[in-house]
């Protein structure tokens, strides 16, 4: 369920945002060269490495697992995060540029609240997006993950050669949007006219209208299966 974002929302998912793209993505990185993330339990974290090695967050807390073993700290700076991780802070190097510019010793703001409101906008969203992959399942459908450089939960539809590939995401918000939002941002310009143009990307739906709608998992699955629609026709 959704609830009205807590004032600490902004702050805690910047600093959430921070911790993914500059702990966990090269923790992820260093073990088989990838940087995508995954919503977990009351949060996100790295997929389970072959090795049984994976780091998560888990509400206001960092939490290492290694086979027959658990630790957690509380998430306090992008420096002792990345020494509890055992990692070199920072996107990996040569591997793109950082979207997110913290000093590793500044204190990342996360509160309970607002990482209780970042944990729920993903479990939301993972669960809308694991319904349009199946509906859609004979269309390539990509895997859903949750990318550190934007902190996007994203999956791809369609055949990109015959125009209908697109996006189908949902940002924790952005410049773009403040607050939080689904889109559906097809991958041929021409095709974002009508509903599918509200925004230079594509369609969008805010966080807002989501709960005046008073039915988020509904509102929220229509508005994608509409967009699919448009592009690949009902599944």
């Given at each position: 369920m959704l609830e009205e974002l807590p004032d600490s929302f902004a702050a805690s998912r910047d600093g959430l945002h921070a911790l993914a793209e500059q702990?966990?993505?090269?923790?992820?990185?260093?073990?088989?060269g990838h940087i995508g993330l995954?919503?977990?339990?009351?949060?996100?974290?790295?997929?389970?490495s072959a090795n049984g090695d994976r780091l998560r967050v888990d509400g206001v807390e960092l939490v290492l697992e290694r086979p027959g073993t658990t630790t957690r700290v509380r998430i306090t700076t992008i420096a002792d995060a990345a020494r509890f991780a055992g990692v070199e802070p920072g996107v990996p190097a040569g591997l793109y540029q950082a979207a997110t510019t913290i000093d590793p010793s500044t204190p990342l703001g996360v509160d309970g609240d607002g990482a209780t409101a970042v944990a729920a906008w993903l479990a939301l969203t993972d669960s809308l997006l694991g319904e349009l992959h199946e509906l859609y399942r004979s269309r390539e459908p990509s895997g859903t993950t949750l990318w550190p450089e934007h902190f996007d939960l994203a999956c791809e539809l369609g055949d990109a050669s015959a125009g209908t590939?697109?996006?189908?995401g949902a940002s924790p918000g952005d410049g773009a949007i403040a607050q939080p939002y689904l889109y559906v941002g097809p991958w041929d310009t021409s095709r974002r006219t009508g509903p599918l143009g509200a925004y230079p990307w594509g369609a969008g739906f805010t966080y807002d209208a989501l709960l005046d709608s008073g039915d988020p998992k509904g509102t929220g699955l229509d508005f994608y299966l509409e967009g699919a629609?448009?592009?690949?026709?009902?599944?």
């Amino acid at each position: 369920m959704l609830e009205e974002l807590p004032d600490s929302f902004a702050a805690s998912r910047d600093g959430l945002h921070a911790l993914a793209e500059q702990v966990l993505a090269p923790f992820r990185y260093a073990l088989d060269g990838h940087i995508g993330l995954v919503p977990t339990p009351d949060g996100f974290g790295t997929p389970m490495s072959a090795n049984g090695d994976r780091l998560r967050v888990d509400g206001v807390e960092l939490v290492l697992e290694r086979p027959g073993t658990t630790t957690r700290v509380r998430i306090t700076t992008i420096a002792d995060a990345a020494r509890f991780a055992g990692v070199e802070p920072g996107v990996p190097a040569g591997l793109y540029q950082a979207a997110t510019t913290i000093d590793p010793s500044t204190p990342l703001g996360v509160d309970g609240d607002g990482a209780t409101a970042v944990a729920a906008w993903l479990a939301l969203t993972d669960s809308l997006l694991g319904e349009l992959h199946e509906l859609y399942r004979s269309r390539e459908p990509s895997g859903t993950t949750l990318w550190p450089e934007h902190f996007d939960l994203a999956c791809e539809l369609g055949d990109a050669s015959a125009g209908t590939r697109a996006n189908y995401g949902a940002s924790p918000g952005d410049g773009a949007i403040a607050q939080p939002y689904l889109y559906v941002g097809p991958w041929d310009t021409s095709r974002r006219t009508g509903p599918l143009g509200a925004y230079p990307w594509g369609a969008g739906f805010t966080y807002d209208a989501l709960l005046d709608s008073g039915d988020p998992k509904g509102t929220g699955l229509d508005f994608y299966l509409e967009g699919a629609a448009l592009l690949l026709g009902q599944p």
